[in-house]
């Protein structure tokens, strides 16, 4: 297994712990909002793949300056990868220590840019034009669209800018968009893994083509915890010149002493502003307690003066008991009375009718008996109406299945007669064609025979004309073998002329 290889594998087994990270807030007071300051990206077992990474980074190095001693394009190589090291370490740090979202004027991240452009550029191949000679890398990162479907949407974002004439511009803010995306990483990692495509655009000695591509893909991988929105649009990316400011990683003793003493600044000025921020928010809960406790005294008062309401709402309540109960005593009293009035005028009147009840059952008996006659007779006559109706029924059916008949011989006849009439026209169709195909024949028959005739006339043509070929070429003999005889003391070239011409 190569380097690549192998820094692959790690890359894509800690990818995800890695753009996990951990991150430390500290509340300082910025106006009114909260800020949080990231001050580290460590996660769970990434410091065993931090030292892997280091071990092959150090593997890497040394062969890099042992090829280097051998291959000047390898010089090349690792100075860039050098230079990306430094810009993407240094971008990282300042960014974490800044805080805050970053820009396009950020110094770092333009220098970061600058490098990457010529990490790119590396060993790419010139391609030529009707015009002049063209060296972009517009070339490769367009190819990441077929390769990664995502990319298809930044590519169009790409194109749809405005103002931006040139490849090289479009590349810029191709890295820009990607670099908002946190997909760098990804992009140039699926551009390297195919080396066939890419040959297409650099040298076999590029960078991209060599293992520093892949380091460079994996150190990529640490720029997605820095957050950037960078305005792309007004921007004037055709007509930037790309050069490195190596004075940004050039660093003197002075320089790291003032460093240490501004972190040490900064670490009390955060620790002040979080105990501002502290004092602050207790002010606040404060206030908001003496609020809570003003607020609980009003709903007290108020809950007294409900509950005085209320007791006297109860008294009355039980003086209104008192009288409803009373009431209710009277209007007691009273129905019993007129109950027992009641139940007397009812003894009467069921005296009364059990007087009356024995002439109501003669009554109900001879009732009885004319309505069962009557229900006798009622009975008969539906008997009759329902023999009636069963025959009206059958007439019915019979008179619908002779119509049914009827419409289906109906049909029928219909349908045989169109069959007739088509007959009919088939025989006609069938005797015109016939009569066609009779005087077609005879026409054929006719130019058949003229034909045969003029053949014969060719024939008997050719045969004059073979018969006439043979007299002239004998005729043509005789006369070269008279000249043969008569010319016996010529040149031997007037000889062989006069033979060639006999034969």
Known sequence: MSLVELFYVMHERHKKKLTRGC??????SLSTKEKQTTLGFVGEGEGLYIFQCWVLQVMLDSFLVFSATKDPTAVERANLLN??????KGLIESALSFGRTLDSDYPPLQQFFVVMEHCLKHGLKVRKSFLSYNKTIW???ELVEKLYPEAEEIGASVRDLPGLKTPLGRARAWLRLALMQKKMADYLRC?????DLLSEFYEYHALMME???AVIVGLLVGLNVIDANLCVKGE???SQVGVIDFSMYLKNEEDIGNKERNVQIAAILDQKNYVEELNRQLNSTVSSLHSRVDSLEKSNTKLIEELAIAKNNIIKLQEENHQLRSENKLILMKTQQHLEVTKVDVETELQTYKHSRQGLDEMYNEARRQLRDESQLRQDVENELAVQVSMKHEIELAMKLLEKDIHEKQDTLIGLRQQLEEVKAINIE???KLQGSEDGLKEKNEIIARLEEKTSKITAAMRQLEQSDNDLLTQTRTIAMS???CASSDTQDQYKLVKDISF
Request: aromatic share 4%; charged share 30%; no cysteine.
């Open 23 to 28: 991150t430390l807030v500290r509340k300082t």
């Open 83 to 88: 230079m990306a090291k430094l810009s993407i």
């Open 139 to 141: 070339g490769p990162l």
């Open 191 to 195: 551009l390297i893994i195919q080396r």
């Open 211 to 213: 293992e520093e591509g």
């Open 236 to 238: 004037d990316l055709d």
């Open 430 to 432: 069938m005797y015109q």
């Open 483 to 485: 000249l043969v005889k």
